[in-house]
C-alpha cells in the first residue's frame, strides 16, 4: 500500500537548521508532483514548497523564499526540504504530499522552533 514516511523533525532554536525527508513506496514515486505542507496550531494547513516529479522546477511560499530547499531523489523514492534560518513562526507539523493517480498524505513530524 502507499506510505509516505516524514523524519527529520524535531526542537531547534532560531537561526538554526533542519532537514527532513519524505520516504515513499507502494505508487510510482519519479510520476509524482510532491509537495511538503505545514499546519501551526490553530491554522489552516498550508503549502510550504512543491517540486515537479522530474525534480526540475520548484516553487516556494512567500514565507520561506530563500530559507527553504526542496529537493528529491528519484532513485530513492526520497523527497527532502532543507530549512535554514529558521524562525518561531516556522513552527508547526510538516507533512509530506504527494499527487499521483490519488492524493497521498504522510504522518506528520514536528518541528519545533524556539527564540
Known amino acids: 500500500q502507499v506510505q509516505l514516511v516524514e523524519s527529520g523533525g524535531g526542537l531547534v532554536q532560531a537561526g538554526g537548521s533542519l532537514r527532513l525527508s519524505c520516504a515513499a513506496s507502494?505508487?510510482?514515486?519519479?510520476?509524482?508532483?510532491m509537495n511538503w505542507y505545514r499546519q501551526a496550531p490553530g491554522k489552516e494547513r498550508e503549502l510550504v514548497a512543491v517540486i515537479t516529479s522530474a525534480g526540475d522546477n520548484t516553487n516556494y511560499a512567500e514565507s520561506v523564499k530563500g530559507r527553504f530547499t526542496i529537493s528529491r531523489d528519484n532513485a530513492k523514492n526520497t523527497m527532502y526540504l532543507q530549512m535554514n534560518s529558521l524562525k518561531p513562526e516556522d513552527t508547526a507539523v510538516y507533512y509530506c504530499n504527494a499527487v499521483a493517480r490519488f492524493r497521498y498524505w504522510g504522518q506528520g513530524t514536528q518541528v519545533t522552533v524556539s527564540s
Open positions: 507502494g505508487f510510482t514515486f519519479s510520476s509524482a508532483v
